[in-house]
């Protein structure tokens, strides 16, 4: 069983890089496999290479694949140790009302200047984070089950807010609705390079506590009688998820479905230990996530939003595995 | 003597009421017609009673063909938004900010007639319909529907000439247009309704032909619905001559091109390095926006801003 474990990651990384590279020859524009070969080697050798199939190439379509992958390990990990933490098999990472927070810093963002959008969108989510936080505390700790509801109750305020402000005020109803189904559109090298700074900060302290997370899901009292400090991993890894989780909303949008579904697919393969669960969590949703982008952004009638795909990819996977598991 | 009396009396008011009653007679309207039947875009028989004497328009583009075709007169009310022509903002407001009109301000209004775009839901249209209060459905989808949408304005509201001479003058004003463009070679362009995914006008859409009316070649021309989202790699292939920005997307000058974070993608286009780049105003906005008798302009702008040398 271990062995398989270690060959199912092993097999998960390999199969990013395929989807990487199959990623790259897809797209609204066809590029032939020769012509993006030989532009590969005129561009490294710097051989004036093709100005408008290097730009689509590495300007356009690679930046995208790497927020992709980025965004959904994000959301994978994200979901992962929120499912853990609230033993909850329907907890995603938006649950402590980091999506209808980003929303409204969205919809005031749309408002004042679409280029404020990312900014505000962030201060939201991490305020609306903050009140739940704020609202669930008792004796210095964080109670699970009043962030569950304080979460639901603040999402609610959040999202009423957001719905008047969009109703009422924005002009371009397009550009918020875009913006709230999410997207990944809007891809370059700056928002790689600050996701994957952020991704290798936290995810580290992940895979840190993926003992601690083991323990929890025997229950609080008895972590505690293991020597877990439940209070402290609790409150971070909550915190610095909702922080990760913000980043990557105020630069893609809420993009649902990943966070929640990806480690359920790891689960029903690895099992439900964090050992390997956490790094087959946030590659499935990669996986998930790069592939439902590739499909969204290469329809020949235009782009449609990436979140209707990842739905439409990951429920199926999901009800497969689960039908599989119950007759075994 | 009484009796006598009494006779004559009745007499002179048989005289009377027989005399108003044939006065009366004359007066009505020359046509047996007291109702007429009209098809609107949504393909709807709408039924509308004559004359009609009170309307209320519901769009600004509604407003505007009523005003153009000699019947401004007759509107009651019209919405927030309008702004053409300036005595069109004095009147009562039944579609405020949200677009969507209040069916009890209509109501209240006593109208003969309703005007309304696909904007109003169908649930009001419902609404009024069951309250015997005819509704038009007016989405042009091209300018030659904006013609027979004047001339049906025109028959139901008795102003069949001006609709005539307004159709005619929006017909002059694009064949000279289009006669002065002739000889030029079509110019590629990029229409930006949203910066970020790049929102375009689409081949089914009246944005689309009054681009193409004015000789552009609008390079959206393969996606489908009226307004899909064009990739950012979509533009790079087709590298379009010229680009037109809408209001309200953000975008107010160059710098959103040459300085932002995609700009070693921009700085390349044909637009962007040649300097061929149209922000809209508010007003340009509107008269691309609201199909109607402003729609020449649209066309005039967009074709002085594609040949402004077939201008001078």
Redesign the interface.
Known sequence: MRFSNYLFTVFLVLLTVFNILVSLSI???HIPIQAILKNIYLYAFNKGPD??IT??LF???LPRIVLAVIIGMILGVSGLVIQTIFKNPLGDPYLTGVSSGAAVGAAIGFLV???LVPVLAFVFAMTAVGISFLISRSDGEVNTEMLILAGVSVSFLFSAVASYII???V??L??VI?WLLG?L??A?W?DDFWLFLALMVIFPLMVYFRRELDIMLMGDEQAKSLGVNTARVKTVVLLISSLITSLAVSVVGIIGFIGLVSPHIGRKIVGESHRFLVFVAPLIGANILLVSDTIA?ST?????PVGIITSFIGAPVLIYLLYRRRKI | MNLKFIALIIVVVVIIASGFYVYAETQKPKSQQSSITVVDDLGRSVNVSLPVKRVVSMDPSDTQMMYAIGAGSLLVADTSFDWWPANSTLLPHVAMDSGVASVEQVVNMTPDLVLATTIQTSQIIDQLQNLSIPVLVFEPQNISNIYTDMMTLGKVTGHTSGATAEVNHMKSVISNVQTKIANYSKESLLYMMWPNPIYTAGPTSFIDNVITTAGGANIAENLSGPYPVISLEQVVADNPQTIIVDNNTGVSNMTYFTSGNQSQIWDNISAIKNDRLLIFNVTESNWMNEPGPLTIYAVQMVAQFLYPQAFE
Do not use: D, H
């Not at chain 1, 020949?300 to 449609?304: F, N, Y």
């Open positions: 797209g609204p524009v100005w408008t730009t689509i300007y356009i379509r200047s679409p280029f109703y009422l005020k002009a371009n397009r550009g875009f997207g559109y809007g370059t700056t952004r020949p009638q235009g782009e449609i």
